[in-house]
């Protein structure tokens, strides 16, 4: 097949990237997450671990965003300055951060940990969700998170700007999906329903909904 | 003309530091310093660097019974002849998108991050590593077609 020897040539020229630099000054961490490692992760998972440079790269991959996470509260920055990480300057997370930036990071450090076996994958995105879980309901809009947040001060309920759209739209899409894969429980119909429905009532207060999504990976 | 001893050694001096300045800065000297960091950094690990604010707890993955995750994929079921064609012919076009958009990428923008559709440019918005080519593994038209591949030579 001609698609098969593309996807081979795919491999070779994906085990020649070089990620202890980058082209850019101030690396974008949700971007690079969701297509980089997101992409290394899958193409792993479905030639069932055939080649191991993909996963090597995923590693490494992993290890560099890893570096973002070196905070004084272990929060990551999402415009990140990899070249003064590198450097061993000291960084914090900013205060100003869109939502879904550090909200949707877990799918891909959670499957990096499983398949590895190094739970400092894991422990670095569900610091950051364990944040989310205790300001859920404390914000505007109870049971959303506002489109803005800081990291630094770890206070996600100032802004009142609220969208189910662009800039927040994958912190919710990640929900459910991590809930999947972390296997200890899927997603019901009836739970997708609850999460969908209640928030296009933004009026609505929406206790214990999505807080009993989320707290179970 | 003779000057004394130590105006000398100050001319001496001032004259290193106006001759030598310029060799220090000469591009084939730079370009040495450039190439030491660069092999410098081909022996750079991210995992070597040294934590600041180290976890000193790990937060463990959930324990529990797995459950599988249930099929995604529609169920076809029988199909007549003319419905098998049509899917044939439907996923055939979703596969023709998928080569298009490959070759465009590798005729104009191989390694980097995107291809511009209508000027052919190259772009790299995604820190410059190929973004398209790594974003574009997991696919499924490419991990469809590595499945059939291994199915058939079974």
């Not at chain 1, 965003?65 to 003064?84: G, H, Q, S």
């Not at chain 1, 809930?179 to 200890?184: T, V």
């Not at chain 2, 092999?39 to 959930?62: D, E, N």
């Amino acid at each position: 097949m001609e698609l098969y020897d593309e996807f081979e040539v795919a491999v070779a020229a994906v085990e020649k990237i070089d990620f202890t630099t980058c082209a850019v000054e101030e690396l974008n961490v949700f971007e690079t997450t969701i297509r980089y490692l997101g992409g290394l992760l899958a193409a792993h998972d479905l030639s069932e671990g055939k080649y191991p440079g993909l996963l090597q790269k995923a590693i490494e991959l992993g290890d560099m965003l890893y570096v973002a996470f070196d905070t004084p509260n272990r929060m990551p920055i999402a415009r990140w300055k990899w070249e003064d990480a590198k450097s061993g300057k000291a960084q914090v997370s900013s205060s100003w951060v869109l939502v879904s930036e550090v909200g949707s990071l877990t799918l891909e450090f959670t499957r990096l940990s499983q398949i590895t076996g190094d739970i400092k994958y894991f422990d670095a995105v569900q610091r950051v969700m364990d944040q989310f879980d205790v300001q859920q309901n404390l914000t505007r809009l109870p049971g959303l998170w506002p489109v803005v947040i800081d990291t630094q001060n770890l206070n996600f309920t100032k802004d009142g700007s609220f969208t189910l759209g662009g800039m927040a739209d994958s912190l919710y899409e990640y929900l459910p999906k991590v809930r999947i894969l972390s296997w200890r429980h899927y997603l019901t119909m009836s739970d997708f329903h609850i999460a969908t429905s209640s928030s296009r009532r933004p009026n609505r207060p929406i206790p214990k909904t999505l807080p009993e999504c989320h707290a179970t990976y | 003309m003779l000057l004394p001893r130590r105006y000398w050694a100050l001319l001496i001096f001032v004259g290193v530091i106006f001759i030598g300045y310029p060799f220090v800065t000469t591009p084939r000297l730079r370009e040495y310093a450039l190439n030491k960091t660069k092999l410098q950094s081909k022996s750079f690990r991210w995992a070597s660097l040294k934590t600041r604010y180290p976890v000193t707890s790990f937060i463990p993955f959930p324990t529990g019974a797995a459950k599988p995750i249930p099929q995604i994929q529609h169920n076809f079921g029988r199909q007549s002849d003319a419905e098998a064609a049509k899917n044939k012919r439907r996923r055939d076009l979703v596969k023709g998108n998928f080569t298009h958009a490959w070759n465009g990428y590798k005729t104009h923008a191989w390694m980097s991050d995107e291809v511009a559709p209508l000027t052919g440019r190259a772009y790299n918005h995604f820190g410059g590593w190929a973004a398209t080519l790594v974003d574009a593994l997991g696919a499924s038209s490419i991990a469809v077609t590595f499945r059939e591949h291994r199915l058939m030579n079974r």
